[in-house]
């Protein structure tokens, strides 16, 4: 109880829920308990947020623990949602959890060797149908290996995956990242194209851009083939590049299952249009570089970060074919974008575009 109410505090002060674990251990640390397990039972909790009776973290526990976990939302988003989506197998599928989703860093280890050394180790897995280098978890904890340790392998959400595979990068090609933190898909993009690429990764944050720096390094990437900015990409300083990625700052919405404290931040709808006055901003402003290619991508459910801003580029956009099923068909780009949903595909949800260029 003591434990559970530290956690929900900390997350209703603003804290992400792995933030929030941590200072509860610190300060509510419970003997012969499983942490993971406990984890697990925290993230439940948050997800339950909405569905608890009383006003105090204390008296929500007590709600939780006598009635159990039940994935609620936001009124306003339950309402919209259930117009868009099958509602019910989507909140199963966030309370269950979605698939975890890995990929063999190949810059540093052979792939065949690592998952041979993870099969040894209980792991078991299997290749994912669209992009072969790709895997999905079965069972065993992927995240408590050697390999995983070593860099040697990256855990990656297959919606993620397919953001890169539509700008489908090729070798020679100069890219530009706008918002590129935390850098998981330009290693990507650099992976793909066997170094043989010049990336351009513009990050608004300071603090994001450094970690973003010093990760790529980890992972392998040789920073002499990389330019950082530290921009605002709705005021953007880069005047061409053969291909753009904007995988755009969101409200987060499509990833509530693993970070629920999203939640608690959608209390009305002020964030999702927030963040899309936003992203009009940025892809106004990519307009003016000149390019081939453009991909436009959020992790969120809400068209009005995916199709009602592409409806305004319509003219502009190129079919994109990566997995996935199309956009909301009450609008006109639906047909021409892809989404990715939990409760369909077992990854994050995820809208993706793809631009003609300007070049």
């Known amino acids: 109880m003591d ?140 995240t408590k290996t050697k390999e995983f340790d070593d860099f040697k392998i990256i855990v990656q959400d297959k919606a993620s995956v397919a953001v890169v595979q539509a700008l489908g990068p090729e070798k020679g090609d100069v890219i530009l990242e706008l918002a590129s933190a935390p850098g998981l898909k330009a290693e990507l993009i650099y992976e793909l194209t066997q170094g043989d690429v010049y990336l351009i990764l513009a990050e608004l944050n300071h603090k994001r851009l450094d970690k973003e720096i010093k990760l790529l390094s980890t992972l392998g ?69 000149s390019f081939k290619k453009a991909v436009y991508s959020v992790c969120s459910i809400f068209p009005e970060e995916g199709e009602v801003i592409m409806d305004e580029y319509v003219d502009k956009l190129m079919t994109t074919e990566v997995g996935g099923i199309e956009g909301y068909g009450k609008h006109k780009s639906g047909k021409l974008s892809r989404r990715y949903f939990g409760h369909i595909h077992g990854t994050e949800d995820f809208f993706i575009a793809t631009l003609r260029g300007v070049s």
């Not at 099958?86 to 860093?105: C, H, I, P, Q, T």
């Not at 280890?109 to 992009?131: C, N, Y």
Request: aromatic share 10%; with cysteine.
């Open 3 to 142: 434990f559970l109410s530290s956690v929900l505090h900390f997350c209703e002060r603003g804290d992400p829920l792995p933030v929030a674990f941590s200072k509860a251990k610190s300060i509510k640390r419970v003997r012969n308990v499983d942490y993971d397990e406990m984890f697990e039972l925290s993230r439940k909790l948050v997800l339950s947020y909405y569905a608890l009776e009383g006003k105090s973290a204390r008296k929500k526990v007590t709600s939780f623990l006598n009635k159990g976990s039940k994935v609620s939302l936001p009124p306003w988003m339950s309402e919209e949602l259930k117009e868009l989506i099958d509602l019910d197998a989507y909140l199963k599928s966030a309370e269950l959890g979605r698939y975890k989703w890995f990929r063999v860093n190949r810059i540093l280890a052979d792939e065949d060797d690592v998952l041979s050394s993870l099969e040894t180790q209980g792991i078991k897995f299997e290749r994912d149908e669209d992009f072969n280098y790709l895997f999905r978890v079965i069972s065993g904890n992927i």
């Open 221 to 289: 990437v040789d920073l002499g083939k990389v330019d950082f900015i530290n921009q605002d990409s709705t005021r953007n300083s880069v005047l061409r590049a053969d291909k753009v990625l904007i995988d755009a700052p969101c409200s987060s919405s499509g990833i509530f299952y693993k970070e629920p404290t999203v939640l608690l931040t959608l209390r009305d709808r002020d964030k999702v249009e927030n963040f899309s006055k936003l992203q009009k901003l940025m892809i106004k402003e990519a307009f003016n570089i």
